[in-house]
T-cell receptor
């Protein structure tokens, strides 16, 4: 079974702190993703990575950065946490297949509920 | 922008009944996927249907896709209390952006009462 783990289930940080959220997958997937999930807004893509050191902005990248130094690990960084970044953060990974390297099913971690006070 | 939109937003049924959820989308897609999320947890992939497929089954799940109407439905037969969860559809687009990305709808909250 694919396993995606996230470093913390719950996290409380203060405004202005630098926050690191870590995600590790054990299935050698090329793609990794960070989403945030908010009531009434659904899942929104922050960043994704299709290879080591490669990244692409998602729909809401402002205030976030990412790092992928190893294939199995994808980190989300909040440079200076703000209260509007209080949310559930979900990491996912997926394999790619086929000539057009299409994305298929995504495997999610359990989520990190971040509160910024 | 949100690609998939689920309908209804919430659905409450009795155990043993069937549950049907719908999803509409706006642009052409490569595939459409359905996910389940139990309260406060990560999402679990349920089923994927490609744009050239019309129907797919997996256990008690049946998914249909109508690309002319840009819509899909998820049917859960003989529902159980353990099916209580939020259900999301997600699409990958044909062009205009990466093939890697999924765009999720806001979900349908299904409650199955014992």
């Amino acid at each position: 079974d694919v396993k995606v783990t996230q470093s913390s289930r719950y996290l409380v940080k203060r405004t202005g702190e630098k926050v690191f959220l870590e995600c590790v997958q054990d299935m050698d997937h090329e793609n990794m993703f960070w989403y945030r999930q908010d009531p009434g807004l659904g899942l929104r893509l922050i960043y994704f990575s299709y290879d080591v050191k490669m990244k692409e902005k998602g729909d809401i990248p402002e205030g976030y950065s990412v790092s992928r130094e190893k294939k199995e690990r994808f980190s989300l960084i909040l440079e200076s946490a703000s209260t509007n970044q209080t949310s559930m953060y979900l990491c996912a990974s997926s394999p790619i297949r086929g000539l057009y390297r299409s994305s298929y099913e995504q495997y999610f971690g359990p989520g990190t509920r971040l509160t910024v006070t | 922008s949100q690609q998939g939109e689920e309908d209804p937003q919430a659905l409450s049924i009795q155990e043993g009944e069937n549950a049907t959820m719908n999803c509409s989308y706006k642009t052409s897609i490569n595939n459409l996927q359905w996910y389940r999320q139990n309260s406060g947890r990560g999402l679990v992939h349920l089923i994927l249907i490609r744009s050239n497929e019309r129907e797919k089954h997996s256990g008690r799940l049946r998914v249909t896709l109508d690309t002319s109407k840009k819509s899909s439905s998820l049917l859960i037969t003989a529902s159980r209390a353990a099916d209580t969860a939020s259900y999301f559809c997600a699409t990958t687009r044909v062009r205009g952006g990466s093939n890697y990305k999924l765009t999720f709808g806001k979900g349908t909250l299904l409650t199955v009462n014992p």
